[in-house]
């Protein structure tokens, strides 16, 4: 089955503070993974995928196949990351799976 | 930059209406989509279509129908609403996968109120 688990609906870390937001998968074929956030009265949007390899307003992403995980991670929390953060996978024919989202709030 | 837009940003219907949500975009993505959002579960896709006059079930299909016969445009309708049906909605496009991006780009969402 095609699954996206994010564990924690609520995460609350302070500012400086080191922040992860877990994300596990479960798909058969060879996923994309996506983080998406959304900000307060902001539409939803793309924050990172793991394709890119890139790092995003500090934030990064590792795709672990074995442990089948995709967690994002930033080592200085700020008060402008606090949001609701969704987890998704894109399957091979364009349907996106996502996460329940975890909202993050960062503690000034 | 692409642009999705929903018709309506708030909306209050009565049990038993018809409701449409009209969804539209300007980047020319074959693929649109429409999901519920809900504190707790997260999205849950709705439908979705992948070319003009196609359509796919999502999760959660019953008591909703789309239209698709334009290419920018994708139609979300509630036959005969229901107080199990006030959601935030959300519609989103995306270029195929095989185009080299699939990132979905999302409206700002429509908050239905059925009473």
């Known amino acids: 089955a095609q699954r996206v688990t994010q564990p924690e609906k609520l995460l609350s870390v302070f500012k400086g503070a080191p922040v992860e937001l877990k994300c596990n998968y479960s798909?058969?074929?060879?996923?994309?993974l996506f983080w998406y956030v959304q900000y307060s009265r902001q539409r939803l949007q793309l924050l990172l995928r793991?394709?890119s390899r890139e790092s995003i307003k500090g934030f990064t992403a590792d795709l672990n196949k074995g442990e089948t995980s995709f967690h994002l991670k930033k080592p200085f929390a700020q008060e402008e990351d606090s949001a609701m953060y969704y987890c998704?996978?894109?399957?091979?024919?364009?349907?996106?799976?996502f996460g329940p989202g975890t909202s993050l709030s960062v503690i000034p | 930059d692409v642009k999705v837009t929903q018709s309506s940003r708030y909306l209050v219907k009565r049990t038993g209406e018809k409701v449409f949500l009209e969804c539209v975009q300007d980047?020319?993505?074959?693929?649109m989509f429409w999901y519920r959002q809900d504190p707790g579960l997260g999205l849950r896709l709705i439908y979705f279509?992948?070319?003009?006059?196609?359509?796919e079930k999502g999760d959660i299909p019953e008591g909703y129908s789309v239209s698709r016969e334009k290419k920018e445009r994708f139609s979300l309708i509630l036959e005969s609403a229901s107080t199990n049906q006030t959601s935030m909605y959300l519609c989103?496009?995306?270029?195929?996968?095989?185009?080299?991006?699939?990132?979905?780009?999302f409206g700002p969402g429509t908050r239905l109120t059925v009473l």
């Open positions: 989103a496009s995306s270029t195929t996968r095989d185009r080299g991006s699939d990132e979905q780009f």
């Open positions: 798909y058969s074929g060879s996923p994309e």
């Open positions: 793991h394709i």
């Open positions: 998704a996978l894109t399957t091979s024919y364009d349907k996106v799976i």
């Open positions: 980047m020319d993505h074959e693929n």
């Open positions: 279509s992948y070319d003009v006059k196609m359509k």
